[in-house]
């Protein structure tokens, strides 16, 4: 971890920013997926927590159609299920922590619409998710994050039980078979935009940044419209210190869809690492709005802007309100320096 002096300017705080999304804000959101032991993966299973919900009509009534719930963290897609009888569906084996489940339709009567989630040790988090009409404006403008391929429509049934095997070997801690199971889906259906974003988002995980870039960048050239993709680029280019490159994608996946409080903090993490502080302030502003407690770690990074900017009082009142939403964050300690700092 950074010393505070090194978080007064840009270049050196990107060092900490970086190691902060890609180790400790990433696990104090969902932790790391298991303990590995003389190569052998273990699990508590009291230590593991689920999510069991239903998707509903505004009225309250079951949807009959299967939708597509993503289960989100800071890093990306951790796993995607589609809705059973009654729009039921569940993600098991999840470590405490803050998640956001996202329903998608696949037409254009309905909005994607995002829910939070809290999961607690051993034990269910039950919700109901009602969707939302879209407005008449808007029903007949495209939707970036919705498409046929990124749904998966037409996936033909042996790689389709292929990628639900990876996702099962995603959430009980086993990345290499996930990505196995995945390069297998993509070869029985190379046009698996799903699957590859899936990919991109385990090797990224694995830390095989290169080859995470060219899952991505081909779902992308699959589906122009598929914003989950877009997103993870993005993240990837930032993580790879490939700032401008990042700035563009990620700016180009918010036109698509400004709801995403990932999308805005990446991209404000980019433009930050360009010294576009004005642009960077706006994007971490976003991301906490849009995202909430969930995405405290937005009023951080925002804080670091205001230092970079020379502005002390705003760079205070960020700092404290990060505390306030994360007393227990990996970088509390030395936001409470900089705190002492500043007063």
Do not use: C, W
Request: glycine share 8%; charged share 20%; hydrophobic share 45%.
């Amino acid at each position: 971890m950074l010393a505070a002096r090194a978080l007064s300017t840009i270049g050196k705080a990107l060092t900490f920013t970086v190691m902060a999304l890609g180790v400790a804000a990433a696990q104090e959101i969902t932790g790391s997926r298991s303990i590995v032991e003389t190569g052998r993966v273990t699990v508590d299973p009291t230590s593991r927590g689920s999510i069991r919900g239903r998707v509903v009509t505004p009225g309250g009534r079951y949807v009959l159609e299967n939708l597509r719930v993503t289960l989100l963290t800071m890093s990306g897609v951790n796993a995607v299920v589609y809705t059973g009888a009654q729009g039921s569906f569940e993600f098991g084996e999840l470590l405490p922590g803050r998640y956001e489940v996202q329903v998608e339709t696949s037409g254009t009567e309905y909005q994607v619409v995002s829910q939070p989630v809290q999961v607690f040790r051993g034990a269910p988090s039950i919700i109901t998710i009602p969707l939302n009409v879209r407005s008449t404006a808007n029903a007949n403008s495209a939707k970036g994050s919705i498409s046929v391929s990124e749904l998966g429509a037409d996936v033909p049934k042996p790689a389709r039980k292929e990628f639900e095997a990876a996702t099962r070997a995603a959430d009980s801690g086993k990345p290499d078979e996930a990505i196995a199971h995945l390069r297998k889906a993509i070869n029985l259906y190379p046009n698996f935009v799903m699957a590859r974003n899936n990919l991109g988002v385990q090797l990224l995980a694995a830390g095989r940044l290169d080859e995470a870039v060219t899952e991505l960048e081909a779902a992308i050239k699959i589906d122009p419209k598929a914003f989950n993709p877009r997103l993870n680029l993005g993240i990837v280019l930032v993580e790879r210190h490939d700032f401008d490159e990042a700035a563009t994608v990620l700016d180009r996946a918010l036109a698509m869809s400004s709801d995403s409080p990932a999308a805005h903090l990446y991209d404000g993490l980019a433009h930050m690492a360009l010294g576009n502080l004005a642009e960077a302030q706006k994007q971490f502003q976003a991301a906490y709005t849009v995202g909430g407690n969930s995405y405290s770690v937005a009023l951080f990074h925002l804080g670091q802007v205001y230092m970079s900017k020379g502005e002390r009082e705003q760079a205070l009142r960020a700092f404290e309100d990060y505390l306030r939403e994360s007393p227990q964050a990996a970088n509390a300690d030395q936001v409470r320096k900089l705190i002492a700092l500043l007063k």
